[in-house]
């Protein structure tokens, strides 16, 4: 499943990027696979017709190449996307703009990114003004939360947001209904990371000089950390759906690597080209 872009439209298209698919969806914004259901996908789009963005749940054919049915769930906000999904319910990231008014002073607009949680029928349950890093297919988020002590309140729909919610600190993972988990431990800002699909690790990817790839699991419902190295320049991709295995992209030999984090196993797949997303698959 891969976007291409054509000026102001974007398409979605399902199936080999070498295989010149048909658009089978336009106007798309965060196109995603469900985490633990093959076959299963879900986007925002905002169709030509359409005043605002929608969330559409889809089923992919056996042909991989069709949408065989799709659903529109609910009417977003302007420039929503699809952060993350599950059987959990669905993240939307989408901006918000709120006014800061002062006494005798100029007035000031904000601008920050919010996110909104909707459960599985696509009914908005509770927003916050936070940027998405990472997620987990059981509904376990990273965020870094923006809100600066004002009351966006009165600049959110509650038909569209729900309830509006302030997460404290700096960084913090939250579950599906945005509250803290208690985490305590610090990440590098500049790293990946990746939140394994049962939610119980974070796993961090930071480059340091000379190409060094240093790979970091945290315990998110555990004190427990382990810390591995990996000898790139290598990208990283993805999890997979054990939470174990590393999925990286070597710059040198364009292979695809999966890397197990906990035991330091290596598996190397020769790839022919570069490596947009992969995934593996239980």
Do not use: K
């Not at 196109?31 to 749940?57: F, M």
């Not at 006014?99 to 599985?120: H, K, P, Y």
């Not at 190295?229 to 295995?245: E, K, T, Y």
Request: hydrophobic residues 40%.
């Amino acid at each position: 499943m891969y976007e291409t872009y054509n000026g102001a439209t974007t398409s979605l298209h399902i199936g080999p990027t070498t295989g010149g698919q048909p658009a089978a969806f336009v106007g798309v914004r965060g196109a995603q696979w469900h985490p633990t259901r093959p076959g299963q996908a879900a986007w925002v789009a905002q169709l030509p017709t359409d005043s605002h963005p929608s969330l559409y749940t889809a089923t992919v054919g056996p042909s991989f190449g069709s949408v065989t049915s799709a659903e529109q769930l609910s009417e977003l906000p302007e420039g929503a996307r699809l952060g993350a999904f599950g059987d959990w319910g669905y993240a939307i990231e989408w901006p918000l703009e709120f006014l800061l008014e002062t006494e005798g002073e100029q007035d000031f607009v904000f601008s920050a990114g919010a996110l909104t949680i909707l459960d599985t029928a696509g009914v908005p349950q509770r927003t916050t003004v936070a940027d998405l890093v990472a997620h987990g297919g059981e509904g376990t988020l990273l965020v870094i939360p923006r809100d600066a002590g004002f009351d966006i309140s009165p600049y959110v729909d509650p038909a569209l947001t729900g309830d509006v919610v302030v997460i404290p600190g700096a960084i913090d993972v939250v579950d599906e209904t945005l509250t803290s988990l208690g985490v305590g431990f610090r990440i590098t800002p500049e790293g990946t990371h990746f939140v394994s699909p049962d939610g119980e690790w974070l796993v961090e990817v930071v480059t340091r000089e000379g190409g060094l790839i240093d790979v970091t699991a945290h315990g998110i419902r555990s004190s427990r950390t382990r810390s591995r190295g990996f000898p790139g320049p290598a990208r990283p991709i993805g999890l997979a759906s054990d939470g174990v295995h590393l999925l990286l992209q070597d710059l040198q030999t364009n292979e695809l690597v999966m890397f197990g984090w906990d035991q330091g196993t290596l598996y190397r797949v020769p790839v022919s080209q570069g490596t947009v997303s992969a995934a593996l698959l239980p």
